[in-house]
């Protein structure tokens, strides 16, 4: 009997952290991809170069994303989700007072919104996967960042999406474990991409180390999801931002007011 593909859906797929994502997954025997991203051709290019692929050219924050994506599921993979990789996102940097509520609404859309909605859709396919299939993981894996964890100047927005992500994620997790699904977390700090190329950082020697790989970010994607961890920071030092903002939040308040604090991430689609 032959042995059912492992259906892995990435979200954010034509650059960056998606596409390293697809290629780390692409290495796993039995894995069938849906790559979902706006930039069909990019998309049909890293699928032919993969091997194959479903390719979905849609923008995650249309109202008719997730039904388009599961009719996708249904007819392409009967039905069948045992990872979704909720990666696309992007920044809008400003501050409060000079961009107001506007800046906050898009970053939640883009950033929250559009991943809770599309699992809110895909959530029944994955329960019966897992509900079909008790040795294999369902999961999925819901890429924030660290400024989830810790705020900075001008970039409240993206942090205020991302730190909603994480914590409902938290509670997603509790909410379907008796579902059989896993919810991952991952919290990527500065990551060199085409969205964020942090080219500033990257051209100094203090500072390049703070700037991570996409491909890092993957291997922390396959270890939340397949892998079962319940989340990562990448780089992994980046978890002590995340400590110091509990066990010292005056201290990470002066640090980030000078410009000595600063975390960032995100994915371009």
């Given amino acids: 009997m032959t042995a059912q593909p492992f259906v892995a859906l990435i979200t954010g797929a034509s650059s960056g952290i998606g596409e390293a994502t697809a290629r780390r997954l692409a290495r796993e025997p039995g894995t069938a991809l849906v790559l979902l991203a706006r930039r069909r051709e990019r998309l049909e ?6 091997g194959g692929a479903t390719v ?7 109202p008719g994303t997730p039904a388009r994506v599961r009719e996708a599921l249904e007819r392409e993979h009967a039905g069948r989700l045992h990872l979704l990789v909720n990666n696309a996102g992007a920044a809008w940097r400003g ?6 509520c506007e800046n906050l609404e898009r970053h939640m859309k883009l950033n929250f919104q559009a991943p809770a909605r599309l699992i809110e859709e895909l959530l029944a396919l994955l329960r019966a996967t897992a509900a079909g299939a008790p040795d ?3 999961s999925i894996v819901n890429v924030a960042s660290t400024a989830g964890r810790v705020a900075r100047p001008r970039s409240g927005a993206y942090s205020a999406s991302k730190f909603a992500l994480a914590g409902w994620s938290d509670a997603l997790q509790a909410e379907e474990a008796a579902h059989g699904v896993h919810v991952g977390l991952v919290l990527p700090g500065f990551v060199a991409t085409e969205g964020f190329p942090a080219t500033e950082l990257r051209a100094r ?9 996409p491909e890092l970010v993957a291997e922390a994607i396959f270890q939340a999801g397949p892998g079962g961890k319940a989340e990562r920071y990448v780089p992994r ?16 308040r002066r640090l980030v007011a000078g410009g000595r604090f600063t975390t960032a991430s995100g994915a371009a689609d």
Avoid: C, H, N, Q
């Avoid at 290019?45 to 993969?50: H, I, N, S």
């Avoid at 501050?95 to 107001?100: D, L, M, P, Q, S």
């Fill in 45 to 50: 290019a890293l699928a032919k170069e993969l």
């Fill in 56 to 62: 979905l050219a849609l923008d995650v924050t249309d």
């Fill in 95 to 100: 501050g409060f007072a000079e961009t107001g």
């Fill in 136 to 138: 294999r993981r369902v």
């Fill in 205 to 213: 020697a203090l500072t390049r180390w703070m700037v991570s790989k």
């Fill in 237 to 252: 030092g980046y978890w002590l931002a995340a400590a110091s903002r509990i066990l010292a939040p005056a201290l990470v």
